[in-house]
């Protein structure tokens, strides 16, 4: 794995700090094997079209979380190596896939939102890295497309307690912190690589966050008003930090309840959490990081199964098939590498 090579047409629409990967202080040997391992899966299955199944069938989430797997090891459309062809299938499969509307699904799921931020992410980080000219205008097209359809579901009106955030549909009018959280990743990162987002549509959406934090015991809510667990709190940390409210008291909070609830294998969105919680305690500081991550990093070492995926157990969030556990997984693992330009600091 090398820091992928990021042509000149790219790089205005780059980070500058996204051009430097930072070396993998406290990644291991083991992790490393792992990792490699997990990709070598991701690639054994992926289907003829480019997509990855998930237990509900295709879908262009499943598929963009496994592209961003590969690109979190360093693995990018455009350069050789054993994973161009699938990386670059999974990219034009999700394109392939975005309707009239700008909205990125590929199946009937009743939350379309979830797939649409997602993907929308994951094109991002594509216009953000990618040694391929081609396809890089080609996800930039679709990713301006994609923002604008997030910017209008959140200008929709709402109650109070609603407004900045999204739901299920691009017509809803309620919010909820889990879809949220992945339209607030998908404009950062959008942002990042140039397209236009208005600051305030993000300190809207930074203000549905903080209104999910619960004042007592700290982490987030689901909505506001509601209590707290691990997913819910690496999301909403997570979207205050990359947003540039860094170490607000909530987020501290938020760290702080993540490693007073440290990661366990047994949990009902496990997969969730270990993406998001390993994220945003990287974003806070050393300090939680190095009380979450390690846990975290045993746990997925001693769980991945001899084909290379993760999905033993009978949690909520295994429904989702093996493509998806292992891509979130090898996010969750890989963190350290600082290939994804929303993984920066």
């Known amino acids: 794995m090398r820091i992928p090579v990021v042509v000149s047409i790219l790089l205005l629409a780059v980070p500058v700090h996204a051009q ?16 490699h391992r997990a990709l070598d899966y991701l690639k054994s299955s992926q289907k003829p079209d480019g997509a990855w199944e998930a237990g509900f069938g295709k879908a262009t989430s499943i598929t963009s979380l496994s592209v961003m797997a590969f690109l979190s090891a360093g693995h990018v459309p455009g350069e ?29 799921s009743h939350g379309p939102m979830y797939c649409h931020g997602i993907s929308t992410l994951m094109l991002a ?23 604008d359809l997030i910017l209008k579901a959140q200008d929709l009106s709402k109650s109070p307690n609603q407004a900045g955030g999204w739901r299920y549909q691009p017509t809803s009018r309620d919010s909820d912190l ?13 942002k990042s690589a140039g397209c236009a987002v ?45 947003c540039g409210d860094h170490a607000t008291p909530q987020a501290i909070a ?49 769980h991945q199964d001899p084909d290379g995926s993760w999905l033993s157990g009978d949690s909520h ?24 330009p929303i993984y920066q600091r």
């Open 20 to 35: 430097d990967a930072a070396p993998k202080p406290k990644s291991s040997a083991a992790a490393d094997r792992s990792i």
């Open 317 to 340: 969030d295994r429904a989702g098939g093996k493509s998806y556990c292992t891509a979130m997984a090898v996010l969750s693992l890989a963190v350290e590498y600082r290939y994804l």
């Open 254 to 302: 938020g760290a702080e309840y993540l490693v007073k609830h440290p990661p366990r294998w047994s949990s009902e969105y496990f997969f969730y959490e270990a993406y998001y919680c390993s994220q945003a305690t990287f974003q806070v500081g050393d300090k939680y990081f190095d009380g979450y991550y390690p846990k975290l990093a045993a746990i997925l070492l001693e």
């Open 80 to 108: 050789p190596g054993p994973y161009r062809e699938a990386v670059e299938k999974g990219v034009r499969y999700v394109l392939a896939n975005q309707k009239p509307n700008g909205l990125l699904t590929s199946n009937t």
């Open 178 to 190: 889990s879809v949220s959280g992945w339209q607030v990743m998908a404009l950062r990162a959008a």
């Open 125 to 147: 980080e594509v216009v953000g890295m990618s040694a391929d000219p081609g396809l890089a205008e080609e996800s930039r097209a679709a990713l301006a497309k994609a923002v």
């Open 198 to 242: 208005p600051s305030g549509q993000i300190d809207k959406a930074v203000n549905y966050v903080k209104m999910c934090a619960v004042k007592d015991g700290g982490g987030f809510a689901y909505q506001p008003g509601g209590g707290p667990n691990n997913p819910r709190t690496g999301t909403g940390v997570l979207s205050l930090e990359i």
